[in-house]
Every structure is written in structure tokens, then in C-alpha cells.
């Protein structure tokens, strides 16, 4: 992801707790890692531990252009069906996380006025009222196996 705010590229690792940027106007290139710590998670029964370690986990880095917030974004996704021996995955649950300024995530229900797109390339978020259709706090998942709308105050963690 490119960032407007600090000027530079970033790349999210694995989990979600790490990132690498690069400054394009340097010579050096080298690369700058920050450490990012979960501040709260939501509760999770059991059940629901059990349901989100089973499935396939992606991590999503996304900055809003109009209000400055950055957001990483866990995606959970479960066979859904099997169609001539390929597995078609289906999203059963979706975490955001607000960054604030000093590398701590802290899980947030409530993004207000934007619209979060998850796509198979590309990652980013608009606010909902400047296009007709779009509705605040929400996800919206296309990909090329499924295309789905994800109300962040609706999640309830009951699968």
C-alpha cells in the first residue's frame, strides 16, 4: 500500500503484527519495520476460536484518504464447496483494527462514514456518502469467488 500520510510504500506481514515500508525518494531504499500490538480483540467463544483457527487468514492494510485512519483488516475464509476439484472459498468473519499513532490496533466495530473494499489486488476505503449505493461501516468483498457486504455492527461473533 502506498501511504499518502508518511509518503512511503507499505507491506503488511503475516499475522497482521509487522510492516515494512520503503521512502521511494531515498537512494538507500532501505526498508523500515514497525511492530504493531493488538491493544483489544473481540471476546470469542470458544466455538468461534475454533471456527476462525480453521480457516484461511488474510491480512489487509488500508488508509483512508479523507480522514487519515489506517486500518488493518483480517479476513476469514472457509471452504465453501468444491466445484471439479477446486475449493471455493466463502468470508465468515471480518476483524478491523483503527491503528493509532503510536503502532497499537485496537478492534473497532465502528469505521463511521467508510466503506472498506476488499479485493484480490488492491485494498482500499471511500467515504460512503460520496457514493450513492455505498453504506457506512461496511465491508465490501469482491473477489473472483464471491462477492459479499459485511455490516461491521452486525457482527455478533455467533457463526
Known amino acids: 500500500m502506498f501511504s499518502k ?12 503484527h509487522l ?38 487468514k488474510s491480512e489487509h492494510f488500508v488508509e483512508s484518504r479523507t480522514t487519515n485512519e489506517t486500518f488493518v483488516v483480517k479476513q476469514y475464509k472457509k471452504t465453501a464447496e468444491i466445484i471439479n476439484g477446486t475449493a471455493r472459498m466463502k468470508t465468515v468473519a471480518v ?38 449505493g455505498l453504506f457506512p461501516n461496511h465491508v465490501k468483498i469482491l473477489d473472483s469467488e464471491e462477492t ?5 455492527a452486525d457482527q455478533k461473533w455467533n457463526f
Open 95 to 132: 476483524m478491523v483494527f483503527k491503528l493509532d499513532n503510536i503502532a497499537k490496533l485496537f478492534y473497532t466495530q465502528d469505521i463511521g462514514d467508510l466503506c472498506i473494499f476488499l479485493t484480490k489486488y488492491e485494498t482500499f476505503c471511500v467515504p460512503s456518502s460520496s457514493f450513492p
Open 5 to 16: 500520510k508518511d509518503d512511503r510504500f507499505h507491506v503488511l506481514g503475516s499475522g497482521g
Open 148 to 152: 459479499a457486504i459485511v455490516n461491521l
Open 19 to 56: 510492516t515494512g515500508s520503503w521512502d521511494h525518494h531515498t537512494q538507500t531504499h532501505k526498508p523500515k519495520f514497525n511492530r504493531f500490538f493488538f491493544k483489544t480483540i473481540p471476546h470469542l467463544t470458544k466455538a468461534n476460536k475454533e471456527l476462525l483457527d480453521s480457516c484461511f
